[in-house]
């Protein structure tokens, strides 16, 4: 039996993207330099001599405007059919402007200018690379809306099974070698209970052991080209930002997921086919490209950020929110004990405005519209690549008092909650509803009750634990839960 996904937090409402009083008219400033060595330029800016977060303060400052020209990567040698020439929005109220479906065309911009070769989605264009006003985009966003719905039921039940699971393991590691790593085994549990939320099954032995790594690989294939790493240059220059990689190098392993859920979630590829007019590949791949690029990903950033986050804290934190969790989880953990943990709320929507998983958002403007920042109004044209750079927007000094301080009880308190209007990591705003019309996360609200569950059990099972961002060292277990 179906049931609706509980609301983790009140109605929706849109921020508003209309000036309150007149704005001055201002060219949109900056510059894309000269042709070829200008976009060479900015990518070494990009990846190599600032990175990202620099990049855009430094442009900010320079032109002393939020919104601005500029290239963003890939882009020249390699990258020749590829514009790197982007308008950017770096501040609460222009970036809004990309939510706009009636302005901002979402068409092959998940990436931006970039598109990964198609086979890493056999072949399918998948939704994320589809603009609302296709036909195709509603129905399978519903497809996904209706799988998730279907599913949420059992939820509590099965992040409890698979939580304690990933617990015992590193619990296990820690007692015989003194520390764990735990990256693996949260994004298996991850891996695990995604399977069971999207296909309607667990995943076998050889797939719950090959999936997660096959997911990895496959992501980093189709990203690497757009994202910073950080790691000694100029190799991350020559070896990871200059070619698009070939499907060819993960095809075997993608091929494998595909039969899987072709066999074992025939039941939720049907669906699919009969209630929403899918083809079966559409079904199939759709299901694949939203299981594993956008929820996978995305949590397993997310997860780990959180344990990193709360490891490294000294203020205390960490007995704050177990006595939350203990006190509001009730017997045992569900959907409605677990909404009433606000400090938890807190730190997982802080956790998102200051790390955002998806840091960049992209769409191309689909007319003519002029486009307001807190400070003036621009005119854009049609056809322009709109970016926003959420780890700059997220610290809009405009929006949020002391941006660039990390506090649990932002968005606690009435206050606190109309913050969440522009709270913007799931493509919209933490009070946005997703739906067939839109393109927010379809999976949002599980992001948030997964996260937050993922903590209270966490600190419901021990009186203490020790861990940083990639290992934990030392738990506690509580003698009563």
């Known amino acids: 039996m179906s049931v609706m996904i509980p609301k983790m937090m009140s109605t929706p409402t849109t921020p508003a993207v209309k000036p309150v009083s007149p704005l001055p008219v201002r060219t949109v400033p900056g510059s894309y330099g000269i042709p070829m060595l200008g976009a060479l330029r900015d990518r070494l800016d990009y990846f190599w001599f600032q990175g990202p977060e620099k990049f855009y303060k430094s442009r900010m400052e320079k032109h002393n405007s939020t919104v601005l020209r500029t290239n963003v990567p890939p882009s020249f040698p390699l990258f020749t059919g590829v514009n790197p020439n982007v308008i950017a929005l770096l501040d609460c109220k222009s970036y809004s402007y990309l939510f706009e479906t009636d302005l901002v065309d979402k068409a092959e911009s998940l990436l931006g200018e970039y598109r990964p ?22 129905k399978v966003k519903s497809f996904i809306l209706d799988i998730l719905k279907q599913g949420s039921a059992n939820w509590s039940q099965s992040l409890t099974s698979k939580l304690d699971t990933m617990w015992d393991t590193l619990e296990s590691e820690v007692s015989t070698s003194g520390s764990a790593q735990y990256r693996v085994p949260l994004q298996e549990f991850v891996f695990s209970f995604l399977v069971r939320c999207f296909i309607g099954v667990d995943p076998t032995p050889e797939i719950a052991k090959s999936g997660p790594s096959t997911l990895t690989i496959w992501l980093a294939l189709q990203v690497l080209p757009t994202i910073y790493i950080g790691i000694l240059q100029p190799l991350e220059e020559i070896f990871l930002h200059s070619f698009a990689y070939p499907f060819a190098f993960i095809s075997r392993g993608y091929n494998k997921l595909v039969q899987f859920i072709e066999t074992t979630g025939k039941e939720a590829v049907d669906r699919g086919v009969t209630e929403f007019k899918l083809t079966k590949k559409d079904a199939l791949h759709n299901l ?105 927007v997220m610290r809009d000094p405009k929006v949020y008092d002391d941006p660039d301080t990390f506090k649990c009880e932002r968005f606690i308190n009435e206050k606190g909650k109309d913050l969440l209007n522009y709270l913007y990591w ?37 009186d203490s634990i020790t861990l940083d961002s990639s290992s934990i060292t030392s738990v506690e277990k509580a003698v009563v839960v």
């Open 288 to 392: 694949l490209f939203v299981m594993g690029f956008n929820a996978f990903g995305g949590l397993s950033l997310l997860f780990l950020a959180l344990l990193g986050r709360l490891g490294s804290d000294t203020t205390g934190l960490q007995p704050r929110l177990r006595a939350e969790a203990r006190e509001k989880g009730g017997a045992n953990l569900s959907f409605d004990s677990v909404k009433e943990m606000e400090l938890i709320h807190g730190f997982v929507y802080e956790s998102l405005r200051f790390q955002p998983t998806v840091p960049s958002q992209y769409g191309r403007a689909k007319k003519d519209f002029l486009l307001s920042s807190h400070d003036a109004v621009y005119e854009i044209k049609k056809g322009e690549l709109l970016v926003g750079f959420l780890p700059v």
């Open 117 to 138: 070769n198609v086979n890493f989605a056999g072949g399918v264009r998948v939704c994320p690379y589809l603009d609302t006003s296709e036909p195709q985009h509603a």
């Open 426 to 462: 799931s493509n919209g705003p933490q009070t946005g509803e997703p739906t067939a019309s839109n393109k927010m996360c379809a999976a949002k609200d599980m992001v948030i009750f997964m996260a937050c569950f993922l903590l209270a059990h966490m600190l419901r099972r021990y």
